[in-house]
């Protein structure tokens, strides 16, 4: 990140927005908006904001691999029958 370039005030985004957005394109960095020098908005290129979304995804999916293969290690699971017993029971489905 460069401080001087990817924080920004709102209103130099409003006045130089096209600029900005180059900018965007040019580094695939965010920039950060603030409003009386806090940050207020993060603004970025669409296919940065495209390639966090499937980072974001893929650590989703991972962690809940991790959990599972973790539950069945410490024998936290139900076999497939048990749990289709329960739900025939829950809601008075017969065989």
Partial sequence: ???????????TFRNHSAE?????KDTGRPVILTVNGRAAAVVQ??????RLLDLAADA???EGIRQ?????ENARTRSAQAV?????ADYGIPR
């Fill in 1 to 11: 990140m460069d401080i001087t370039k990817d924080i920004q005030p709102m209103t």
């Fill in 84 to 88: 289709l017993g329960a739900i025939r």
């Fill in 20 to 24: 900005i957005m180059r900018h965007l």
């Fill in 60 to 62: 989703s999916a991972a």
């Fill in 68 to 72: 599972g293969l973790d539950d069945m």
């Fill in 45 to 50: 290129d669409a296919d940065a904001y495209q």
